[in-house]
Every structure is written in structure tokens, then in C-alpha cells.
């Protein structure tokens, strides 16, 4: 089994920042790709951003220059740091893994709550 736990949501007022973290733990040990989703009510869930186990990143048009996700291997974390955040941002956010050799797994989410 593996635990993916989410941290680091909470509420914040428009142009401020947040940081979220991810570690995830258990029979697996080494992860491909690690990523954040949010999903706000009444809308899919949508992927943010994304990290290759050597560094790589994509993001979703809309956070582009505003959020930056990282990863430290030897932990298993994900990181997404947040600035200039707009209502619109206000989700749901989950993380998900990717096993190296197969599987991915998700997390429980961490609500992010942004006021005008």
C-alpha cells in the first residue's frame, strides 16, 4: 500500500501565498511522476502541475508564472508553492503519484480558500 498525504491548504486573501506539500510512503519506494489536481465545486478535477523524478515540469495555462512545483527524491514530497493567488484558485487540491514500476495513487486533498 502506499499513503499519500497532502499538507499546507488553508485560507488566504487574494495575492497572497500558500505552500502545499505531499509525502507519500509505503510499499513503494521510488516515483515517476508526481503531480498536483484541484477540483473546485461543481467543476472536474484538473491537473496544475507536474514533476519527472529528474526535474521536469509542466503546468496547467492558468498558473503558469505563478505557481512553481519541486520535488525532493529522498523524501518522497512534492512540493507547490502558490503566489498571487486569485479566488478562482479557491479547490480542492490533490496530489497523485505515479509508481515507477506502475500504479498511481492519490491523495486525500487539501482544501486551498482564497477571499477577495
Known amino acids: 500500500q502506499v499513503q499519500v498525504v497532502e499538507s499546507g491548504g488553508g485560507l488566504v486573501q487574494a495575492g497572497g501565498s500558500l505552500r502545499l506539500s505531499c509525502a507519500a510512503s509505503?510499499?513503494?519506494?521510488?516515483?515517476?511522476?508526481m503531480a498536483w489536481y484541484r477540483q473546485a465545486p461543481g467543476k472536474q478535477r484538473g491537473m496544475v502541475a507536474e514533476v519527472t523524478r529528474d526535474g521536469s515540469t509542466n503546468y496547467a495555462d492558468s498558473v503558469k508564472d505563478r505557481f512553481t512545483i519541486s520535488r525532493d527524491n529522498a523524501k518522497n514530497t512534492v512540493y507547490l508553492q502558490m503566489n498571487s493567488l486569485k479566488p478562482e484558485d479557491t479547490a480542492l487540491y490533490y496530489c497523485k503519484v505515479y509508481g515507477y514500476y506502475g500504479g498511481s495513487y492519490w491523495g486525500q486533498g487539501t482544501q486551498v480558500t482564497v477571499s477577495s
Open positions: 509505503g510499499s513503494i519506494s521510488r516515483f515517476s511522476i
